[in-house]
């Protein structure tokens, strides 16, 4: 469970650092909190609760929803 963990914590460095590079404004402010959101779910990943992916997905797929939405203002997902 170790991998899951290590994952989430890295993405959700990637997406904080990615949210202050960006002008203030609304896509900068819900960067930010959905990378609070991965790193909250990483830490419910340490302790082997499942249940967390659901949540990790609903993130995922608003963040995904975000990026289709502001367009230019975002950097090229690496």
């Known amino acids: 469970m170790s991998d899951a963990t290590d994952y989430l914590m890295a993405h959700a460095r990637r997406t904080i650092l990615e949210a202050r590079r960006l002008p203030p404004g609304p896509p900068k402010f819900w960067l930010r909190h959905i990378g609070s959101v991965y790193h909250l779910?990483?830490?419910q990943g340490a302790y082997t609760n499942?249940?967390?992916?659901?949540d990790y997905r609903a993130a995922r797929q608003a963040e995904d929803d975000l990026r289709k939405v502001t367009?230019?203002?975002w950097s090229s997902r690496s």
Do not use: S
């Not at 499942?50 to 659901?54: G, K, S, Y």
């Open 50 to 54: 499942i249940e967390f992916l659901e």
């Open 71 to 73: 367009g230019p203002y």
């Open 41 to 43: 779910l990483a830490k």
